[in-house]
């Protein structure tokens, strides 16, 4: 589901340790008995990890994302342990926890304010959680911290029944491009992404593929195809990307035609490769589609704040 290992299928489809508490003094006063030390919990580790990197800069749609290698039950003491600023100044965000996509993690914390975050801020965050409980019989085993930046506010706008895709940048429009969405037997989600990544690696060198390019294959028999995609941009988990269509410029523009991806000129796609960074906001309206769910790659905005802080599939108690 998530994108940082694993992904689905490029398809363009639709679709600080536990403390004690003692008591102030060696003796009780009269009547009252000296506070015993809490118990230090214990239990089987969970390894606590990061998607995000020390130093790096994202998009203001980009989620915090933590990995927990097992499944915990009780987030309590990770929501009250954990802080994030925004340029030193609280957050204000939430958790929302779910299955993890990821093969090697059993569940994800995913953690956003209530809009995007701010363009050109510093955001850190400190998790003194190594030693606190994760529930009955389970004990976190990592402390972390995470220093990262946002970019430019980039926010897309794609209107599939107009066919065009506003770009901005900190509020201010510095392009419209042509597309041709998902046609209707494969439309396009419609809601707000967030871009996962940009091209891929070639699995066969470990290295980045020139250009930007993708190795794109069908997953339905009735249209088979295998390609080689340039200047893709992934915004979903199950294989939707805004990318170069050097095949369908007759419909670019005009009709919605595609698998369900975003196709672009090829060089308005090359341009949109150069522009994004990975956590830009693209957002879809008139799509002829289903929404896309939390799950599929960051999809964290379309789960309204009020259903957000309730936490997810471990209900917040902070």
Same mark, same amino acid.
């Given at each position: 589901m998530l994108a940082a290992a694993g992904l689905a299928l490029s398809a363009c489809s639709s679709g600080g340790g536990g403390g004690h508490a003692t008591?102030?003094?060696?003796?009780?006063?009269?009547?009252?008995? /000296?506070?015993?030390?809490?118990?230090? %919990? #214990?239990?089987?580790?969970?390894? &606590?990890?990061?998607?995000? +990197?020390?130093?790096?800069?994202?998009?203001?749609?980009?989620?915090?994302?933590?990995?927990?290698?097992?499944?915990?039950?009780?987030?309590a003491a990770f929501e009250k342990a954990a802080t994030v600023t925004v340029?030193?100044?609280?957050?204000?965000?939430?958790?929302?926890?779910?299955?993890?996509?990821?093969?090697?993690?059993?569940?994800?914390?995913?953690y956003r304010p209530e809009k995007y975050w701010p363009g050109?801020?510093?955001?850190?965050?400190?998790?003194?959680?190594?030693?606190?409980?994760?529930?009955?019989?389970?004990?976190?085993?990592?402390?972390?911290?995470l220093s990262i930046a946002t970019g430019a506010a980039n926010v897309s706008t794609v209107d599939c029944q107009a066919e065009r895709m506003v770009v901005t940048s900190d509020g201010k429009t510095v392009k419209t491009?042509?597309? /041709?969405?998902?046609?209707?037997?494969? %439309? #396009?989600?419609?809601?707000?992404? &967030?871009?996962?990544?940009? +091209?891929?690696?070639?699995?066969?060198?470990g290295?980045?593929?020139?250009?930007?390019?993708?190795n794109m294959v069908s997953n339905n028999p009735a249209d088979p195809y295998n390609l080689m995609v340039p200047w893709s941009v992934r915004i979903t988990n199950s294989g939707e990307y805004?990318?170069?269509?050097?095949?369908?410029?007759?419909?670019?523009?005009r009709r919605s035609t595609s698998n369900g991806c975003t196709n672009l000129n090829v060089d308005d796609a090359k341009w949109f490769y150069g522009f994004a960074q990975v956590g830009d906001v693209v957002t879809y309206k008139n799509t002829g589609?289903?929404?896309?769910?939390?799950?599929?790659?960051?999809g964290d905005w379309n789960v309204p704040w009020a259903t957000w802080q309730q936490g997810g599939s471990l209900k917040s108690k902070h």
């Amino acid at each position: 589901m998530l994108a940082a290992a694993g992904l689905a299928l490029s398809a363009c489809s639709s679709g600080g340790g536990g403390g004690h508490a003692t008591s102030g003094s060696s003796k009780a006063p009269a009547g009252r008995h /000296s506070a015993s030390p809490s118990p230090k %919990p #214990t239990g089987a580790p969970v390894h &606590v990890s990061l998607l995000e +990197g020390d130093g790096n800069t994202y998009g203001v749609g980009m989620p915090i994302i933590v990995y927990f290698d097992k499944a915990i039950t009780d987030p309590a003491a990770f929501e009250k342990a954990a802080t994030v600023t925004v340029n030193g100044q609280p957050a204000g965000g939430a958790w929302y926890f779910q299955h993890s996509g990821r093969s090697d993690q059993a569940l994800e914390g995913h953690y956003r304010p209530e809009k995007y975050w701010p363009g050109h801020a510093k955001i850190e965050m400190k998790l003194p959680v190594k030693g606190l409980s994760a529930g009955p019989g389970l004990v976190f085993d990592d402390s972390l911290t995470l220093s990262i930046a946002t970019g430019a506010a980039n926010v897309s706008t794609v209107d599939c029944q107009a066919e065009r895709m506003v770009v901005t940048s900190d509020g201010k429009t510095v392009k419209t491009l042509p597309t /041709s969405c998902g046609a209707a037997k494969t %439309p #396009t989600y419609y809601g707000t992404k &967030v871009v996962m990544q940009k +091209g891929e690696t070639d699995p066969k060198t470990g290295k980045m593929r020139p250009d930007g390019t993708v190795n794109m294959v069908s997953n339905n028999p009735a249209d088979p195809y295998n390609l080689m995609v340039p200047w893709s941009v992934r915004i979903t988990n199950s294989g939707e990307y805004v990318h170069s269509a050097s095949w369908n410029g007759g419909n670019i523009g005009r009709r919605s035609t595609s698998n369900g991806c975003t196709n672009l000129n090829v060089d308005d796609a090359k341009w949109f490769y150069g522009f994004a960074q990975v956590g830009d906001v693209v957002t879809y309206k008139n799509t002829g589609g289903n929404e896309m769910r939390e799950w599929d790659g960051y999809g964290d905005w379309n789960v309204p704040w009020a259903t957000w802080q309730q936490g997810g599939s471990l209900k917040s108690k902070h």
